[in-house]
């Protein structure tokens, strides 16, 4: 990343709506010192440099005498706005024409194009957001369901930050607690009374600990779960991701195995996605593309939060599906177990199964389909989300957290053993370096270059 990013100096421009997209209007934020002279420049209308901050005008963008497009001017005046810039946005006509006159206008008026996530970099460095809110702006823009809305929601207003903030307040006092020690070496005394501090080490440590482990069902919540269709060939699993997915995006077919390249696909029940990953089947077989299948489809199980294992009892007798179910338990993943083609079993039929506790569907028929997804549901434990609490859905910060929990078992280490005071404070250093990453606190331009160069332009 160049210095010039980090020159919050220059005033940035850009599309901030979604570029080609239909629709009647189109917004383009300017941000930087000269954000509101430089649309005034341009703008008929009153003089903007003169209004109040959070006031909308209408006038006109010339290019000279040139009229380019009526517009709407939304002024945000420095520390009041996004970035705690000068700020405008000019809502336009959405012409792609009228966009890029006004962009290239702008531009000739000495603004510049703004980077890949620059204005939220820009909101990030003059603190009106740490990094870690920052970063849930890009995952808000992403979400697509209501637990991934709700969690991105939640840490973009500081929930996470702000647990993380009282951790790094009660380490900071006891680090210099500590470090006062070093300056009186020489006297032996302990300032930081150690049972206090193995204690507070332990709460904090207990923290940590259950934000990591909040990270597989942050990580659920945000990107889905992720579930296989598993069964013997023909027992009806594109079919049924079909009767799921609603539309025909499964290749469906009579020859057994013609599914042979797995197929992702989500669907959103009461407000969680479920990836679907269609499988080739789990049966042995000779044939060299449909082995290379079979491999895959165990790799994609093993990627699997959850496994719906479908059978047909018109093929398989109760003694192989049994000997299935057994191949499925020792993935030890959850499983639910489906009998496919109800429609075709009599009761007598369907004796054998009944200490299975099946559930029974049709996929053809698409019944039971209601069912069976209440019960995918009921798997990914529904009871035990709540997300109120923190949970952590970034893997940058639940790397940063296993850091942090290392570098506090090493505090408490000390604290039990004959650990000098420096080495200690070293230790609690350490932790609050590493806390300090996720919220930016301790940051580097590739780091930073790293987050905002996944962010869109415009954002
Ligand atoms: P896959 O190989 O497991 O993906 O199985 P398919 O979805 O391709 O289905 C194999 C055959 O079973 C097709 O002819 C389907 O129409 C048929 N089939 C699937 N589900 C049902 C069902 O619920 N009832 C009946 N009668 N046939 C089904």
Same mark, same amino acid.
């Not at 940590?208 to 598993?230: D, H, Y």
């Not at 199980?301 to 479908?310: D, F, G, P, T, W």
């Given at each position: 990343m160049s210095n010039?990013?980090? !020159?919050?100096?220059?005033?940035?421009?850009?599309?901030a709506t979604s570029p080609g997209a239909q629709g009647a209007i189109a917004v383009i934020r300017v941000s930087g010192p000269d954000a509101i002279t430089l649309v005034n420049s341009v703008f008929k209308g009153k003089?903007?440099?003169?209004?109040?901050?959070?006031?909308?005008?209408? =006038?006109?963008?010339?290019? =000279?005498? %040139?009229?380019?497009?009526?517009?709407? +001017?939304?002024?945000?005046?420095?520390?009041?706005?996004?970035?705690k810039e000068n700020s405008v946005e000019i809502s336009t006509h959405n012409?792609?024409?009228?966009? #890029?006159?006004? @962009?290239? $206008?702008?531009?000739?008026?000495?603004?510049?194009?703004?980077?890949?996530g620059e204005f939220t970099l820009r909101a990030f460095l003059n603190g009106s957001m740490d990094l870690s809110q920052a970063e849930a702006v890009a995952d808000l823009i992403a979400s697509n369901s209501a637990a991934s809305h709700q969690v991105a929601m939640q840490q973009m207003r500081g929930g996470f930050s702000n647990q993380l903030k009282k951790l790094r307040e009660d380490l900071v006092h006891f680090a210099s607690l500590i470090?006062? %020690?070093? /300056?009186?070496?020489? #006297? /032996?005394?302990?300032?930081? !009374? &150690?049972?206090? $501090?193995?204690?507070?080490?332990?709460?904090?440590?207990?923290? +940590?600990?259950?934000?990591?482990?909040?990270?597989?069902? =942050? !990580?659920?919540?945000? !990107? =889905?779960?992720? +579930?296989?269709?598993?069964?013997?060939?023909n027992v009806g699993k594109s079919t049924l991701l079909n009767a799921l997915l609603n539309e025909e995006r499964a290749i469906v077919s009579d020859i057994a195995g013609t599914t042979r390249d797995t197929i992702e696909d989500e669907i959103n029940i009461k407000g969680i996605t479920f990836r679907f990953i269609d499988t080739a089947g789990i049966r042995e077989t000779e044939d060299i593309i449909e082995a290379k299948g079979v491999e895959r489809t165990l790799e994609k199980?093993?990627?699997?939060?959850?496994?719906?294992?479908?059978f047909d009892p018109t093929q398989d007798d109760i003694d192989a599906v049994q000997k299935q179910i057994e191949e499925i338990r020792t993935l030890n993943i959850p499983f639910v177990t489906i009998i496919n083609k109800s429609d075709l079993l009599t009761e007598e039929a369907r004796q054998p199964y009944a200490a299975l506790q099946p559930l029974y569907i049709s996929a053809k028929e698409q019944q039971g389909i209601e069912e069976l997804k209440d019960e995918l549901l009921k798997q990914v434990n529904l009871a035990n989300i709540n997300t109120d609490d923190v949970v952590v859905t970034n893997i940058r910060?639940? %790397?940063?957290?296993? &850091?942090?929990?290392?570098?506090?078992?090493?505090? @408490?280490y000390g604290i039990d053993n004959p650990v000098?005071?420096?080495? @200690?404070?070293? /230790?609690? &250093?350490?932790?609050?370096?590493?806390l300090g990453e996720i919220t930016g606190t301790v940051t580097t331009d590739d780091l930073l270059d790293n987050i905002f160069s996944k962010f869109c332009i415009g954002k």
């Open positions: 010039s990013t980090f !020159n919050t100096q220059d005033t940035i421009v850009a599309l003089d903007l440099t003169r209004q109040k901050s959070h006031t909308i005008h209408f =006038g006109t963008i010339r290019d =000279g005498e %040139e009229i380019i497009d009526e517009v709407l +001017v939304s002024l945000f005046v420095a520390p009041h706005s996004y970035t012409s792609k024409y009228i966009i #890029e006159r006004i @962009l290239s $206008l702008l531009i000739r008026q000495g603004a510049r194009s703004a980077r890949p470090e006062l %020690e070093l /300056d009186f070496s020489e #006297e /032996d005394v302990e300032f930081a !009374n &150690r049972d206090q $501090l193995k204690a507070l080490i332990m709460q904090i440590h207990a923290v +940590v600990l259950k934000l990591i482990q909040s990270f597989e069902q =942050g !990580n659920v919540l945000k !990107n =889905g779960v992720p +579930v296989v269709i598993a069964g013997k060939p199980m093993k990627q699997a939060r959850l496994i719906i294992y479908l910060h639940v %790397e940063a957290l296993q &850091r942090t929990s290392e570098a506090l078992e090493k505090v @408490l000098t005071s420096d080495f @200690l404070a070293m /230790d609690i &250093r350490q932790a609050l370096h590493h």
